[in-house]
C-alpha cells in the first residue's frame, strides 16, 4: 500500500480539515470564501459500494497539476488567490463558451489556453525547462462523439499548443504532429508564434537549477503544473484536453503521457472524459485514461470506481503517482490521485465554483 492509499483509506476527521473555496460567480469577482466540506468517511463509502464521486451537476473541471501539493505554511495569502483565480478564470472561460451554444471542444480548448497563458501553471508561459534549458511542449484534445482526437509534441514556438492541437484534429487527416512540423503547421494555421523566452520563468529556472545540482544524488523527477480540462455540453458530448512543459530536466526529444489519446487525455461519449497529469512515463505504461474508460464500458464499473482504481491502486504499481479529473455525459465528476495533492477546480450547472489547491481540500482523495 503506498503512503497515499494508506492516507486514503484513513478517515482521521477529514471533515474537520477539509476545506472548499466557494467563489461566487459574480462576473469580475474572484473573492474565495472557505467553506469546510463535509467528507464521508471511506469506511462509509465502502459500504455504499466504492468511491463516491466529488461532485455531480458539474459541466467543466481544470486541473493546473497534480505533483508536490501546495502547502498552507509556505503559502501566501496572494499566492494561493493567484492559483484559485487562475482554475477559476479557465473555468469561467470554459463556461463562457458553454454559455454561448459552443461545444464542450471549444470549451476545454478556451480553459485551457487561459491556462497555458497563466505563468504559475506548467503549460505554454511558465513551461519547465528540459535538460538542455530549452521548452518543448505537448498537448491533445480529443472529442467524446466520434472519437476524434488532436495532438502536438515537442513544440517550441506554440504560444497555446492546445489549439494547434485542435487544429491537428479539424485540419489534417493525422492525430498527432511533432517537433518542427508540428511547429510549421501550426504557424501556417495562423496561430500565434513565440519565441523560446516567451515560455521563461524565474520559477521554472530555479527548479532546473535545482535539479541539475541533483543530479548526482538520487534520481528526482519534478513533476507539477500540468494542465488540463474536461467538459460537457448542452447536446451531452464530452472533450478532454491536456497541456503541459512536461517534467524538469526531462531529456531533449522526450515525449509524456499529456499528447498520447489514451494516456493523459481521453474522451468518449458513453464513458469518461479525463485528462491526466503526474509521471507521463507510468501514465504511458498503464494506458491510464482508456483504462478509466474501459473499466466503465467492458468492466461495468462507475466513474469514480473506475478512476480510483487507476490511479490510486494501479498506477503506483508502475512505479508513479499522479493525478486525473475525470467527468461524464451526466456531470458526475471525479478527482482521485495518488500524488499529494493536485490543483484541481469545478464549475456547476447553477455556476458554483470550486477550487481546491491545498492538500488538506482533498484529504481521502475522493
Ligand atoms: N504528465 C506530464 C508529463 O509527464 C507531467 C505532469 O503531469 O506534471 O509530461
Redesign the pocket.
Known amino acids: 500500500m503506498t503512503r497515499n492509499s494508506a492516507r486514503r483509506l484513513t478517515p482521521l476527521c477529514a471533515g474537520a480539515l477539509s476545506v472548499t473555496a466557494l467563489l461566487a460567480v459574480v462576473p469580475g469577482s474572484a473573492v474565495s470564501v472557505g467553506r469546510p466540506e463535509a467528507a464521508e468517511p471511506v469506511a462509509a463509502q465502502a459500504a455504499k459500494g466504492g468511491p463516491r464521486p466529488d461532485a455531480r451537476h458539474v459541466v467543466i473541471a481544470v486541473h493546473g497539476?497534480?505533483?508536490t501539493a501546495l502547502k498552507r505554511e509556505d503559502t501566501t495569502p496572494a499566492q494561493e488567490k493567484a492559483y484559485r483565480d487562475g482554475l477559476a478564470e479557465a473555468l469561467r472561460a470554459g463556461r463562457q463558451v458553454l454559455a454561448e451554444g459552443g461545444s464542450s471542444v471549444a470549451a476545454v480548448e478556451a480553459a485551457v489556453r487561459r491556462l497555458e497563458d497563466n505563468p504559475l501553471f506548467?503549460a505554454g508561459k511558465g513551461a519547465v525547462f528540459n535538460a538542455d534549458a530549452g521548452h518543448e511542449l505537448?498537448a491533445s484534445i480529443m472529442r467524446g462523439s466520434d472519437l476524434a482526437a488532436g495532438a502536438v509534441a515537442g513544440v517550441r514556438n506554440v504560444r497555446n499548443p492546445v489549439s494547434a492541437a485542435r487544429l491537428v484534429m479539424e485540419k489534417t487527416k493525422h492525430v498527432m504532429l511533432a517537433g518542427e512540423g508540428a511547429d510549421d503547421f501550426a504557424a501556417r494555421s495562423g496561430l500565434p508564434t513565440v519565441t523560446q523566452d516567451h515560455y521563461w520563468t524565474e520559477k521554472r529556472w530555479q527548479e532546473l537549477m535545482r535539479a541539475k545540482g541533483r543530479q548526482k544524488g538520487p534520481r528526482e523527477i519534478l513533476?507539477?503544473?500540468?494542465v488540463g480540462a474536461v467538459a460537457v455540453d448542452r447536446g451531452r458530448n464530452l472533450a478532454a484536453a491536456t497541456s503541459?512543459g512536461?517534467?524538469t530536466n526531462?531529456m531533449a526529444g522526450r515525449v509524456?503521457?499529456?499528447p498520447v489519446v489514451g494516456a493523459?487525455t481521453y474522451a468518449k461519449n458513453g464513458t469518461v472524459a479525463a485528462s491526466?497529469?503526474?509521471?507521463?512515463?507510468v501514465?504511458l505504461r498503464g494506458a491510464a485514461a482508456v483504462t478509466i474508460s474501459h473499466l466503465i464500458e467492458f468492466g461495468g464499473r462507475d466513474l469514480a470506481g473506475a478512476a480510483y482504481e487507476v490511479l490510486v491502486e494501479r498506477l503506483p504499481e508502475l512505479g508513479g503517482t499522479?493525478g486525473v479529473i475525470a467527468l461524464n455525459a451526466a456531470g458526475v465528476f471525479d478527482a482521485p490521485h495518488s500524488s499529494e495533492g493536485m490543483l484541481h477546480g469545478y464549475l456547476t450547472e447553477d455556476g458554483r465554483v470550486v477550487t481546491k489547491i491545498f492538500a488538506d481540500e482533498t484529504p481521502a482523495n475522493q
Open positions: 497539476g497534480a505533483g506548467n505537448d513533476t507539477q503544473g500540468t503541459t512536461g517534467l526531462k509524456g503521457d499529456s493523459g491526466a497529469t503526474g509521471a507521463g512515463e501514465f499522479g
